[in-house]
C-alpha cells in the first residue's frame, strides 16, 4: 500500500506593513520635535506541512477509468465509389450517448471524428494523441480503451508475397480515401495490419483493456449492406503498396501479434458486425422517429444496456447477438472469456460457464436458446412439463473438454449466490445438457454460471508418487481433505505419471515428469514451495489440466488428413513467407537451432472430406503453462477448408521466436493441435499463471472413479514436441 505523503507548502500572503514608533531618550532638556514613525515592510511567508493521502489505484492504474475514439463517416468525398450512408453517424452518436449515460465517461475522454473530419491522417494522428501518447493515461495500467467505427470498408489487394485470403487484406474507409493529398499522393484505406500494429503498440505502452468494434464487414469486404441503404464499396480499395505505413514499424522488431482480425490478438478484443464473407446492414428506423443505423450496433447497444456491467463476458454479449442468415456477428481476441470493458479479469482459477435454459423439443443443439422476459430471470416454455422446464440446462463443455456422463456442476446466480448442483446427464464434443440433482427444482435466473465441482472423470486423474521423506505428502492426500483434486497417490514409481521430491539444498519442490510424452521435452523440473504448504494441492491440480490436454486424442474415431507444419519465415513485415529450408516438422518432432534473428510461422492442412474448425495451443513442459496460439474466428463458419490451409503467423499476422536461457544446451516445448467439426470453445484450456505460483489457483476437484465416455467422434488432436538446440540446425 502507498504511504501518505507528507510535504511543506510555502504559503506567501500580501506584503505586511508595520509602524515602528520611534522615541528619544535624553537626559537634556529639548524643544519638541515632531517624530515620524519608521515605516518598514516585511513580507510574510507561512510554512505548513500538509499530509497528502496516497494516490488511488484509480489514479495510478487507470482503473474505472474509460476512453474512446468514435468514427463515424456517412458522406465520403468519392461518392461514386464509397456511395453516401444513412446510419454510420447515428449508430457513432448513439454509442457516445451509452458511454456518457450509462458508463459515465466524462466528454474530455472521448474524441469523436465524424464526416469530413475523419480522414486518413486525422484517424491515424487521433489514435496516436487520444491514446497512446495521452498522459491521461497511466502506462501499463488498467484504463478501457475503446475504439469504434462505423462506416465503409473493403478489400485491398497486396503484395505477392503477402499472406492473406485470396491475396487481399481488410481495410476500413477513411472519408478521403481514393482522393489525393496536397502533395498529389493517392490516400489509401488503412490496412488491417496497420491498425493491428497501433493496437500492440497501444498495448504494450498503456495496457491490454481494449476494445476494437466494428460496424462494418471485417472480411470479405469490410461493408455494410443489404436492406435499407447499402454499406459497400462499390469497388475493391487501390492496391496497398509495400511501404505504406512503413515508417511505424521501421526499426522495430517484428515478433508481434499485428493483424487487427487476428483471432487470437493479445492486444485487443474485437466485435465486429460479421463473419468473412458477409455483409454488415443498416436499416431505416433503428433508432426510431426514422433514424438509421447498423442493426449490429443498434442490438449490441441493447444488450449492453441490458446486461448488468461486470457479469457478462465479451463472447457472451456477442452471443446475445441475433444471428442473421447473411450476417453473423464476430467476437475475436484471446481475452474474449473476460468481462466486458475490464480486460483485467479474470486472471486465473476455475473456469465458469454460462447457464442456457435446455428445450427438450429442440431439434439440434444450434436451435438452444436461453429464453428470457427481462434480466432477472427465465421465461418457462407452457408447452413443457414444470420438472423437464426448471431442471434441464445447456453448458458449452463437452467431452473434449474431460466432461463425462454425471459430472457435477454448481450453479451460481450473477452475485455468486449458490443456486444447486447439477449433473451432466447427455455429453457430446462441444457441449452438455445438465440437470439440477435434487428436487425440489429451481427457476435458475439469467446469468447465472456454473463451474465444474466434481469431474468424475478418471482418465483425468493424475497419478502422484511421494517418497517417504517428503514432508508434504499428509497434505496432499489427506483422508480428511474438503476438497479432492484431480490426483491420486500412487503407489508405486511403476504406477506414477509425475514423482515429488525436495531438493536438500534450495528447498525447492522437484517434479519428475514420468509420462512418455512429457519424457521427450525434460526429465525432471523444480519449483520454490509457496509460503503456504496448502496451495500445493492447487500446483498438482494444475500439473493434472497440463498432462491431461497435452495427451488428449480421439483414439476411438480419429480425424485424419490433417497435417501440422512449421516454417522459418524470411521477408520484411508485413510480407514475410516460408524460406526454403521447408517444413521443419518431420514426423511428430521439430527440430532447429537457437538464433535470435529467426522467426516462425505454421500452418494447417486438411484433406479431410469436411471443413474443420482448428485450434493451436503451446504446452511449456518448463512451467506447466498452456498459451493459446490460434483459434477460430468464430462458430459461424470453420476456416480449414478440404484440401486447404489456415496460416498462423505468416503476413502480417502473429510471428513466433524461440528463445533459450543462458547456458542451456537445449529446451524443448509442445504444439499441441485440436481439430473439430463442430466448433468448440477450447480458450479455457489455457493455464497462463505457472500453477507453483502463489496467485495460481485450482481448476475444479474431481473424484477418482471409473467411467466411460459418452463420445461423439467429432474431434481429434495430434502433438508436435518443438527441441531448440544451440548447435547447427537440424531438420
Not at 467411467?707 to 527441441?723: M, R, S
Amino acid at each position: 500500500m502507498e504511504e501518505p505523503m507528507a510535504i511543506s507548502v510555502e504559503i506567501e500572503m500580501s506584503p505586511l506593513v508595520v509602524e515602528i514608533p520611534v522615541v528619544q531618550q535624553s537626559s537634556a532638556p529639548t524643544e519638541d520635535v515632531e517624530m515620524q514613525p519608521l515605516m518598514t515592510v516585511v513580507p510574510l511567508v507561512v510554512t505548513h506541512t500538509v499530509v497528502l493521502p496516497p494516490p488511488s489505484e484509480a489514479i495510478l492504474t487507470g482503473k474505472d477509468t474509460v476512453f474512446a475514439l468514435i468514427i463515424g463517416i456517412n458522406d465520403y468525398i468519392k461518392s461514386d465509389e464509397l456511395k453516401p450512408l444513412d446510419g454510420a453517424v447515428n449508430d457513432a452518436k448513439e454509442f457516445r450517448k451509452y458511454l456518457e449515460e450509462v458508463l459515465h465517461v466524462p466528454v474530455d475522454n472521448i474524441l469523436s471524428i465524424e464526416n469530413r473530419d475523419a480522414t486518413r491522417s486525422k484517424i491515424m494522428s487521433g489514435f496516436r494523441t487520444h491514446f497512446i501518447e495521452n498522459s491521461r493515461i497511466p502506462d501499463g495500467g488498467e484504463t478501457t480503451m475503446i475504439f469504434y467505427f462505423a462506416g465503409h470498408g473493403s478489400r485491398a489487394a497486396t503484395t505477392r508475397n503477402m499472406i492473406a485470403r485470396d491475396m487481399k487484406v481488410e481495410t476500413i474507409c477513411p472519408v478521403d480515401e481514393r482522393t489525393q493529398d496536397a502533395a498529389g499522393q493517392h490516400i489509401h484505406s488503412i490496412p488491417d495490419y496497420v491498425l493491428g500494429w497501433l493496437l500492440q503498440e497501444l498495448s504494450q505502452k498503456k495496457g491490454s483493456n481494449i476494445t476494437v468494434i466494428l460496424d462494418s464487414c471485417h472480411s470479405g469486404g469490410i461493408a455494410r449492406r443489404g436492406e435499407g441503404k447499402s454499406r459497400a464499396a462499390e469497388t475493391d480499395s487501390t492496391k496497398i503498396p509495400a511501404e505504406l505505413d512503413s515508417h511505424l514499424w521501421k526499426g522495430q522488431s517484428l515478433k508481434k501479434p499485428y493483424r487487427m482480425w487476428e483471432p487470437s490478438a493479445t492486444s485487443h478484443v474485437l466485435l465486429a458486425a460479421c463473419q468473412a464473407d458477409e455483409t454488415a446492414r443498416e436499416l431505416g428506423d433503428t433508432y426510431g422517429e426514422k433514424r438509421p443505423g447498423g442493426r449490429f450496433t443498434k442490438h449490441l447497444l441493447e444488450n449492453l444496456r441490458w446486461a448488468p456491467l461486470g457479469h457478462i463476458t465479451y463472447q457472451e454479449l456477442i452471443d446475445r447477438v441475433p444471428m442473421w442468415s447473411d450476417q453473423k456477428p464476430h467476437c475475436g481476441g484471446d481475452r474474449i472469456q473476460r468481462v466486458v470493458f475490464n480486460g483485467n479479469y479474470p486472471k486465473a482459477g476455475r473456469r465458469s460457464v454460462p447457464l442456457v435454459l435446455y428445450d427438450p423439443k429442440a431439434t439440434s443443439p444450434t436451435s438452444l436458446e436461453p429464453k428470457r422476459t427481462q434480466p432477472g430471470g427465465v421465461e418457462h416454455n407452457p408447452d413443457a412439463g414444470a420438472d423437464e422446464i426448471s431442471s434441464l440446462f445447456k453448458v458449452d463443455m463437452g467431452t473434449v473438454a474431460g466432461v463425462v456422463t454425471e459430472t457435477e456442476f454448481t450453479a451460481y446466480d450473477l452475485h455468486g449466490t449458490l443456486l444447486c448442483v447439477m449433473v451432466a446427464h447427455t455429453v457430446l464434443a462441444q457441449h452438455s445438457i445438465l440437470r439440477q440433482k435434487d428436487r425440489p427444482f429451481i427457476d435458475i435466473p439469467a446469468l447465472s454460471r456454473a463451474e465444474v465441482s466434481d469431474w468424475k472423470n478418471d482418465s483425468m486423474i493424475l497419478h502422484v508418487y511421494t517418497p517417504s521423506d517428503f514432508p508434504h505428502t499428509d497434505a496432499l492426500f489427506s483422508p480428511t481433505r474438503t476438497v479432492t483434486p484431480r490426483f491420486v497417490q500412487a503407489s508405486s514409481l511403476t504406477d506414477a505419471q509425475i514423482a515429488l521430491s525436495v531438493d536438500r539444498k534450495s528447498g525447492e519442490v522437484v517434479v519428475e515428469p514420468r509420462t512418455p510424452t512429457m519424457r521427450k521435452a525434460l526429465d525432471k523440473v523444480s519449483f520454490p514451495m509457496t509460503p503456504n504448504p496448502s496451495h500445493l494441492l492447487d500446483a498438482i491440480d494444475g500439473v493434472a489440466h497440463f498432462n491431461y490436454f497435452l495427451d488428449r486424442v480421439n483414439a476411438e474415431d480419429p480425424v485424419k488428413g490433417v497435417t501440422l507444419e512449421m516454417h522459418r519465415l524470411k521477408g520484411d513485415f508485413p510480407h514475410r513467407e516460408p524460406d526454403d529450408r521447408g517444413n521443419l516438422v518431420q514426423g511428430d518432432v521439430a527440430r532447429f537451432a537457437s538464433d535470435d534473428n529467426a522467426i516462425y510461422g505454421f500452418k494447417i492442412c486438411s484433406k479431410f472430406p469436411e471443413d474443420l474448425y482448428a485450434y493451436l495451443f503451446y504446452f511449456d513442459p518448463e512451467t506447466f503453462t498452456i498459451q493459446e496460439w490460434y483459434s477460430p474466428e468464430g462458430r459461424n463458419s470453420a476456416p480449414l477448408k478440404t484440401n486447404g490451409f489456415v496460416t498462423v503467423g505468416m503476413g502480417g499476422e502473429r510471428a513466433f521466436e524461440f528463445t533459450m536461457e543462458d547456458g542451456q544446451v537445449t529446451s524443448s516445448g509442445f504444439i499441441k493441435l485440436f481439430v473439430t467439426r463442430e466448433y468448440v470453445d477450447l480458450r479455457w484450456i489455457k493455464q497462463t499463471t505457472e500453477p507453483f505460483k502463489a496467485d495460481f489457483k485450482g481448476t475444479g476437484r474431481l473424484k477418482a472413479r471409473t467411467e466411460t465416455f459418452n463420445k461423439l467422434a467429432t474431434w481429434d488432436a495430434l502433438t508436435v514436441v518443438l527441441t531448440m538446440t544451440a548447435g547447427a540446425t537440424t531438420t
